[in-house]
């Protein structure tokens, strides 16, 4: 068992304020999901949780303080009310406290020592040396028990993705954590956080937080895997022409080039403009084009659609009379 303030590397007055950032320091430092090939990380990290869980709680704190549990949470034991002066001789003890009787065979044949009793009751807290053994003779011992996992959902915007913003997590536990989502991650994938759920009993390990991510949805930008899709207006006259047009993407606008003779519904792509990938890289944005036309329309405009379709009209005649 190791000092809570000590494996936390504050002092004994320290405010909560400062258990609580000690605590996040060496979470991150030491957390198991970062230190895969230190295998002593994740007993460190596990020392900070569980000492947290100590010193973390106002009243286990309170209770740790006055000297009622031990380091694990475990409460201490503080002997017997009842073993008066002259400690126990078979009778009835005095005090005014809890009393026990026992006898080396009673009248009615019950054949239970004195050391039987006391094991009995010893083996309740874990036993230890040669006693600790029950009736039955067998050795009853506390086994730790892990703590349960923990569920939470968390909504991310497609721009925390590609900055790598972390995001803050309330867990049921009632701890808030600024969580790191890595790369590749989509929506509905569930991120496991190592002792961040229900504590352990009798010193058992912490559970584990489960934390599905949602992605929220964009008004603009629609999500294909690691890419995005967008549509993007285009002039008449760049699309028959060709020229540059602004496209927002979620790092601000960027400039594209429209080929000539482009129509409705066109894709074109932004190389590296689409969402992280667990490799490092990252996605395009798949820009669909929409053609559009002048408010109000346009008197040059009109006539000048009007001749291209008489002129079309009368190359169609003159084929149709050729053939």
């Known amino acids: 068992m190791v000092d809570p303030y000590k494996a936390l590397g504050v002092k004994k007055t320290a405010s909560e304020a400062e258990i609580k950032s000690a605590f996040r320091k060496l979470a991150k430092k030491y957390h198991p999901d970062s230190n895969k090939s230190d295998p002593k990380a994740k007993e460190r990290f596990n020392e900070a949780n569980t000492a947290y869980e100590i010193v973390g709680d106002k ?94 959902t968390v909504a991310v915007t497609l721009e925390q993705l590609v900055a790598g913003t972390k995001v803050r997590v309330d867990l049921p536990t009632g701890r808030t954590m600024d969580v790191a989502i890595p790369p590749g991650t989509t929506s509905g994938k569930v991120i496991r956080l190592r002792g961040q759920g229900q ?95 002048p408010d109000g329309g346009d008197g040059e405009l009109t006539k000048l659609m009007k001749s291209w379709r008489q002129r079309r009209s009368e190359t169609t005649s003159d084929s149709e009379k050729a053939a």
Do not use: M
């Open 199 to 293: 504590p352990g009993a009798l010193g058992g390990a912490a559970g584990d937080a489960r934390v599905t991510v949602e992605f929220v949805p964009h008004p603009h930008f629609h999500v294909d895997g690691s890419n995005l899709r967008r549509e993007v207006s285009v002039p008449l006259e760049d699309a028959v022409l060709g020229g540059k047009i602004r496209v927002p993407t979620l790092e601000g606008d960027v400039s594209l080039t429209v080929p000539a003779n482009s129509s409705g519904g066109r894709s074109l792509r932004l190389k590296g403009k689409g969402l992280p990938k667990s490799g490092g890289s990252r996605g395009d944005l798949v820009v669909s084009l929409r053609i559009v036309l």
């Open 59 to 152: 009243d286990k704190r309170a209770q740790f303080d006055r000297g009622e549990i031990d380091a694990d949470g475990k409460p201490r034991f503080k002997g017997f009310e009842g073993f008066g002066q002259g400690g126990p001789r078979g009778g009835q003890s005095g005090g005014g406290g809890r009393t026990f009787r026992w006898s080396t065979g009673g009248a009615d044949g019950d054949p239970f020592a004195s050391d039987d009793i006391l094991n009995e009751i010893f083996g309740g807290f874990g036993g230890g040396g040669g006693g600790g053994r029950g009736r039955g003779g067998a050795r009853a011992k506390a086994q730790a028990v892990k703590g349960g996992d923990v569920n939470a």
